[in-house]
């Protein structure tokens, strides 16, 4: 099966697993904003977004490790997945030890049950998919994401609509179609044979894979602060409700990240054949361009008809959330173009500058929330969290070709990334005629992209999928 072909069959898969849930995700929205306060939705995002900023600490993120060793065709899988589990129940037991603390937070307190509960959950399923994924059981993942999703929207119903359980429903139903999820990978991957196959652990497949995730953890960190702390300062300085109103403005850009996040899952598998070679180099190159073309033009599309999709989707109190997307979105691409040359830097194995390049973004954010928060608000945060990936996006351009030198044509990228900018300031200047504005600019951003795009329409339909 050739390179490309590869690519675009996992690619499917992945988005018959993936798709639906991060779509229930968006999709959702204006259930959830009508079942729950803007407080309780503050609330229950705060909790998970505690839970994923803890679980990089404690599991040193060593499923990154397992799906990146399983990838090389001559390791021993057995004690790949081996070592990573028996580190993830360390991990439980530390995250178990510390999370007393949380009484110390007045708001989240009684939650605390949940919170345990929620983050074994999160750890366990989160280790069988990365495991999953590294094996290249991509079509049973797949199902896992369809299981989950279904299970998910069933109890989410019955817990908001019908019991009318708040907070702890909405949790209670993500828990459950993540636990059903984890049952079915676990027994159509085998994977407790991986587990209890191995009588002893090998150290040296230890040593190398904490390794290689340990400078992954201050990564996750950062980037849990570019993705996460604002939320907390919004919280601080404008309240719960108003972080209720921040948190469902994220889901507008769920719009460009769900179709991305599916395609970076297939290529992580992808970027590790032959790398180092002329050919992978050209191969990331050709990948790269058509990514960032579709990337570029969703972005602008987005943001042409975002108030469309604000009138749709946010009901009450929640409308005001319109006022932070725009940013948002435009921020998200950046996170995504990120994390496609982050690929570079894993599939090398060379994992201490991700940290470096996230790092210095996370500290412009913080800095710039701190001075925008107070002054404009939840707007504020959106606008730090933009331009901190934008510093992200622009240092890894530049960093990575030290490692692989990619063909691309950075002016561009940048003189269309000022289109973007400038299609946000038409929209917040509310102009008279501005949607005609707006239509313009996204003809404008089609037009010098058209060669890449038609040359990407080409490269799916060349795709055949065979068994």
Known sequence: MGRYEKLGKNTVLFMIGSFGQKLLAFVFVPFYTSVLTTAEYGISDLIVTIVTMLWPVFTVLINEAVMRFCLDQNEDKAQIVSVGFWLNVIGLAAMLLFSPLLFLVETLKEYYLFFVLYYCIYAVNSFLSYAARGLEKVKEFAFGGIVNTAVTILFNILFLLVFRF????YLTGYMIGMGAASVWLLIRTEMYRYIFSIKKLDRQYAKEMVRYS??????????????????????????????????VAYKIPSLLSVVSGVFMNAWQISAVENFGSEESRKFFSEI????????????????????IICRILFLKDFYEAYLMAPFLVLGVSFQMMSAFLGTIYTAAKKTS????????SAVANVGMNLIFIPVFGAVGAAMATCISYFINWLLRVVNSRKIMKLDTNLKKDIF???????????????LRGQFLYEIFLLLLVIVFQTGEIRDAVRMILRVKFKR
């Open 214 to 247: 340990i400078p992954l953890i201050p990564n996750s960190i950062s980037w849990w602060i570019n993705n996460s702390s604002d939320k907390f300062l919004v919280t601080y300085f404008c309240g719960v409700a108003v972080n209720g109103i921040y948190s």
């Open 353 to 360: 500058m991700i940290f470096y390049t996230t790092l210095a």
């Open 416 to 430: 269309l990334y000022g289109i973007l900018t400038i299609q946000i300031v038409v929209w917040l200047l509310d």
């Open 166 to 169: 708040g907070v702890k429903g």
């Open 288 to 307: 790269y361009r058509k990514y960032a073309a579709l990337n570029i033009v969703c972005v602008s599309a987005i943001t042409c008809f975002i108030q």
